[in-house]
């Protein structure tokens, strides 16, 4: 499943708090979400997988 996010910075200054909040939650998401998974195969042994053994667990 594809989802797309949209990250909102309010800070007035850059690479402040907010800034490096949004860049760590950018790059969790990424992580989560399987960006550069694109051959068969890829995907295994990564936190996603796990993730979603976890949760079809829980069906």
Known sequence: ??????I?????RKNGNSD????EFMRGAAE??????????????KPSMHEAYEMGKKV
Not at 8 to 12: A, T
């Open 20 to 23: 490096l909040l949004c860049n």
């Open 8 to 12: 909102l910075s309010s800070s007035p």
């Open 32 to 45: 989560a979400y399987g960006v550069g998974a694109w051959k068969v195969g890829e995907i295994n042994d």
């Open 1 to 6: 499943m594809s989802k797309k996010v949209l």
